[in-house]
């Protein structure tokens, strides 16, 4: 099993695992502008490409991605090291966009639909995929259109590449539900690819 | 239709993880059910084509807005602020000087008659073997390059809305509602500098944000340039740059 980006990339960035994400931290609380900017450019790309992709939308994750940072600087203090800084901030990143998402939702009048066992058997069957490469494009539309919970995990895994035991963490979920919602996210994909 | 009873199976081989005695039942049955080996193959190609998209950056002005709240809120302390050295203001006013000359090219792209580029830009940089220089002279050195920016931005202003009905009403409103921004980060930036201005990350801020400006400005310009120019596709590659 490949180490997970997340904590192959704090490790890589910041020198040395949690030690450094410790240090990087102190350096913020102190008010540190050029430490805080640091741990942005570090992250800022990962997070966007995540807020971008949950919400649909790149002016809300715009926004939602300044507010993701500043909330971070606001909860400095809670950052203890048990935890990589990355799965940190994608902990704090993902709630506030799940909230943001099922908030758009319930104004619109939308509910939360979950994928019933009937349409993922259907999925399961049926032709496969045609034999061209899977487009980019058509990839992110079909993306768009899972519901949030299994959107969130099959983000997580599948495309920022943290192993089941980070998405748990990240989601609040237990590990098996984490594998089940990324399962129910590539089925109903594959249904949305064939269309 | 795939066989709901090895759902589970194709799917820990797709993640890597089937222990040896599930993957050779598996195996074993994939070699005698096309639907569930389709299954398995779109499952692996929808998860690789996944971990291939691509990371997105955010824009600029997003780095920008966050750390001109975070003055506004008094969490950003002077203290223990990172060492810039004195030669980052020279190379500010370099950048400056070369950017009203930029910003007087910019105008003959639009002026008819041949113009004078602006002749006020300040002398060229110093080289890094110059010695040491006073605080009073690096203030005064960055107090300059803060006002020839100032001066490129009014000078490409002036074209840009003198000539931004050549643009499309949706393309001016995203240019507006970006300068909106932009203008709100560096009034946010300027009242940090009013407030420390002894301190230096306040003013690499400013400075970030009037660069982000004439970076706005001079792309309008080139836009409304390529427009009038019937040239679809540059224009196009300029919008979404913005």
């Known amino acids: 099993m490949t180490t997970s980006k997340v904590t192959a990339h704090s490790s890589a960035v910041a020198g040395g695992g949690r030690s450094a994400d410790l240090d990087l931290v102190e350096r913020c609380r102190r008010g540190e502008l050029g430490a805080f900017e640091e741990l942005y450019r570090a992250h800022s790309g990962r997070l966007y490409s995540l807020a971008s992709r949950m919400l649909g939308n790149p002016a809300d994750a715009e926004d939602q991605l300044q507010e993701i940072f500043l909330s971070a600087h606001r909860k400095l203090e809670s950052f203890r090291g048990d935890s990589a800084l990355g799965t940190w901030l994608y902990r704090l990143a993902m709630n506030q966009l799940l909230d943001y998402v099922r908030s758009r939702a319930a104004r619109a009048g939308q509910l939360t639909d979950g994928l019933d066992d009937a349409s993922l058997l259907a999925d399961a069957g049926g032709h496969k995929l045609a034999d061209r490469a899977i487009d980019r494009i058509d990839l992110e539309r079909a993306v768009a259109e899972l519901p949030e919970g299994c959107r969130a995990a099959f983000l997580l895994h599948d495309v920022e590449g943290l192993e089941h035991r980070e998405v748990s963490e990240v989601l609040g979920i237990a590990e098996g539900t984490s594998k089940s919602q990324v399962h129910k996210a590539r089925l109903r994909l594959r249904g949305l690819l064939r269309r | ?242």
Request: a neutral charge; one cysteine or more; glycine letters at 4%.
């Open chain 2, 1 to 242: 239709m795939a066989c709901q009873q090895y759902l589970n199976s194709v799917h820990e081989l797709v993640d890597g993880t089937i222990g040896a005695i599930r993957r050779a039942e598996l195996e074993q049955h994939l070699d005698g059910c096309d639907a569930c080996r389709a299954l398995v193959s779109d499952l692996q190609r929808i998860r690789d084509a996944a971990g291939a998209l691509p990371e997105m950056r955010p824009p600029d002005r997003v780095w920008l807005q966050i750390a001109g709240r975070l003055r506004q809120e008094g969490r950003i302390t002077t203290a223990a602020e990172p060492e810039r050295t004195r030669h980052s203001y020279v190379a500010w006013l370099a950048i400056a000087a070369a950017l009203v000359i930029a910003a007087g090219g910019a105008v003959m792209l639009l002026i008819p008659r041949p113009t004078t580029p602006s002749q006020s830009a300040a002398p060229a940089a110093q080289n890094s073997g110059a010695p040491v220089r006073s605080v009073e002279t690096v203030q005064n050195e960055v107090d300059a390059a803060q006002q020839q920016f100032e001066k490129a931005i009014s000078e490409l202003e002036k074209v840009a809305k003198a000539n931004q009905q050549a643009l499309d009403p949706g393309t001016s409103a995203t240019i507006e509602k970006n300068l909106g921004i932009i203008d709100q980060a560096i009034a946010e930036n300027r009242a940090a500098v009013k407030s420390e201005p002894a301190s230096v990350a306040a003013r690499e801020t400013l400075f970030d944000a009037l660069r982000q400006k004439v970076s706005l400005l001079q792309d309008t310009i080139a836009l409304i340039n390529e427009m009038r120019k019937g040239n679809n596709a540059a224009a196009a590659q300029l919008v979404n740059k913005s």
